[in-house]
């Protein structure tokens, strides 16, 4: 309901009264335990493979739109097999969430991932963003995970939420489905653990920015309100965020689609940047499941 109608409804009024006086967010402030090996900081690598359901979730008619739909295509055809020949010429190992639509209509692609030893994480099925009362909530959460390991033996540790919406029943869902972390809140830039309703511990959180989502700097066209920044543009945002994070002591997640960073200029800043954090020498660069694992360990020291 826009704003407007619940003011008219009289509802606005009511239903801010009724908010909690307390963080939407409860979980306790990120403990800021050190990386491995005297890394200074570290880099959750990670892509999220929609193909074509990024743009059906919300309109199925669209799968007939056949160009909107080439749009996903390219991560198939092209984007995801440039992806991995990059990330094995600089010896890097990612993680990818994957709809379970996008395996269950690209096999071949979800296998070369998996071969080349890269971490699979869940994505939902058809990509519908969780909402709070949303009725698809458990199915695109159990059909993702049937799907994953059908199809491809996976049973996932990790969860990227589509869209990059949440809510509590979510939570829940996950920790009882038996997920490890999810990489979708933008509240930090440290892993902590998730704090339920009913103060029992959640799961991990690798949190997320904006800046690192190549869907907002290097998608033009298609109903994209945003504009197709430059190299230059993103290699400074890109450097800018990770090397403050570094002085910090945090770390940088990034969001990366191969139908946006699989694209030929993308895919050479890309290159660039990761050719540039390497040289660092002291960030981590690291799959969600080395990450949320490093974390539970240092919980479980200073328990
Ligand atoms: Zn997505």
């Not at 193909?51 to 919300?58: D, H």
């Not at 489905?177 to 930090?188: A, E, H, I």
């Amino acid at each position: 309901m826009a704003a407007t109608d619940a003011l008219s409804a009289g509802g606005l009024k009511a239903g801010l009264d009724a908010l909690p006086l307390l963080p939407a967010n409860r979980a306790p402030l990120a403990t800021e335990y050190p990386w491995p090996a005297g890394q200074k900081a570290a880099m959750f690598l990670s892509f999220d493979v929609d193909a074509e359901s990024a743009w059906t979730a919300k309109d199925p008619a669209r799968y007939g739109e056949l160009v909107t739909m080439s749009f996903g295509g390219y991560e198939a055809r092209v984007g995801t097999p440039k992806l991995l020949q990059l990330l094995r010429e600089l010896g890097l190992k990612a993680t990818f969430f994957i709809t379970g639509w996008s395996v269950e209509a690209h096999p071949a692609m979800c296998e070369a991932i998996l071969k080349d030893g890269h971490e699979i994480g869940h994505h939902g099925f058809h990509h519908v963003m969780p909402q709070p009362g949303d009725p698809m909530l458990v199915e695109e959460v159990d059909r993702g995970l049937e799907t994953l390991k059908r199809r491809l033996g996976v049973v996932p540790r990790g969860y990227r939420a589509p869209s990059g919406e949440f809510c509590e029943e979510l939570r829940v869902l996950l920790k009882d489905r038996g997920l490890v972390y999810t990489s979708s809140f933008r509240d930090d830039v440290r892993p902590y653990r998730h704090l339920l309703a009913d103060d029992t511990p959640g799961l991990v959180e690798l949190p997320v920015t904006a800046c690192y989502d190549d869907w907002l700097l290097g998608l033009s066209q298609r109903y994209s309100r945003h504009t197709l920044l430059t190299r230059e543009q993103v290699l400074s945002i890109w450097t800018d965020e990770l090397e403050e994070v570094r002085d910090w002591g945090g770390m940088v997640t990034t969001v990366l689609h191969p139908q946006c960073s699989g694209r030929p200029m993308r895919l050479k800043l890309l290159r660039e940047f990761l050719q540039h954090t390497q040289a660092l020498k002291d960030v981590w660069i690291a799959t969600g499941a080395e990450i949320a694992d490093h974390f539970i360990a240092c919980e479980g020291n200073a328990a």
